[in-house]
């Protein structure tokens, strides 16, 4: 059975780094595409930043582009998050997803597996 398992997440204040690990197991190879959403209470999930395979493509927000960088460790099936001078507007779970074929999973906000969701609370 898929699992994502997410971790790194916690509280910093603003300026402050994380660093969001998500291991994948079960996966027969490396996912096609590998990313992080987020979701504040009261808001809807939105694509933080996003990986393809194939292609190496990557995409970020507006909002993090600078300040956020996707890695991944496709031997290990493993997607990182490093997060630089973060702000308050960055509090939220943030999950990560997979997704083994899907060509469309950052445009459409959507994979066909998600992580339980690590939470970022970042403080002014």
């Known amino acids: 059975q898929v699992q994502l398992v997410e971790s790194g997440g916690g509280s910093v204040q603003a300026g402050g780094s994380l660093r969001l690990s998500c291991a994948a197991s079960?996966?027969?190879?490396?996912?096609?595409?590998m990313g992080w959403f987020r979701q504040a209470p009261g808001k809807e999930r939105e694509g933080v930043a996003g990986?393809?395979?194939?292609?190496?493509?990557?995409y970020y927000a507006d909002s993090v582009k600078g300040r956020f960088t996707i890695s991944r460790d496709s031997a290990q099936n493993t997607v990182y998050l490093q997060m630089n001078n973060l702000k308050p507007e960055d509090t939220a779970m943030y999950y990560c997803?997979?997704?083994?074929?899907?060509?469309?999973?950052?445009?459409?906000?959507?994979?066909?597996?998600w992580g339980q969701g690590t939470l970022v609370t970042v403080s002014s």
């Open positions: 079960e996966f027969t190879y490396s996912p096609k595409f």
């Open positions: 990986h393809y395979r194939v292609s190496g493509a990557t």
């Open positions: 997803a997979a997704d083994p074929d899907c060509n469309t999973c950052w445009a459409g906000r959507t994979a066909r597996y």
